[in-house]
């Protein structure tokens, strides 16, 4: 008997998946870049993240979320 391969590799939820880990990454890593600057920073780099491009990564992240999200716990 032969597997069918959606059974091989974590099932049909591999996707939702993948953007719930995407998106809450996005979530916390963006959240803490903003809330946590870093206390050294080496020439050339930021001494803060840029805030709006970070708000709107955070906010992208939080819909990717909660998108995987529901998508997992209704199908």
Request: overall charge positive; cysteine-free.
């Amino acid at each position: 008997m032969q597997l069918p391969w959606r059974a091989v590799f974590l099932g049909k939820d591999l996707l939702p998946l993948l953007v719930l880990a995407l998106g809450a990454a996005m979530v916390v890593g963006n959240g803490l870049a903003v809330l946590r600057p870093p206390a050294k920073t080496k020439p050339g780099e930021l001494a803060r993240a840029p805030r709006g491009r970070s708000l709107v990564m955070v906010l992208i992240g939080l819909v990717a979320a909660v998108w995987a999200l529901a998508t997992l716990l209704v199908g």
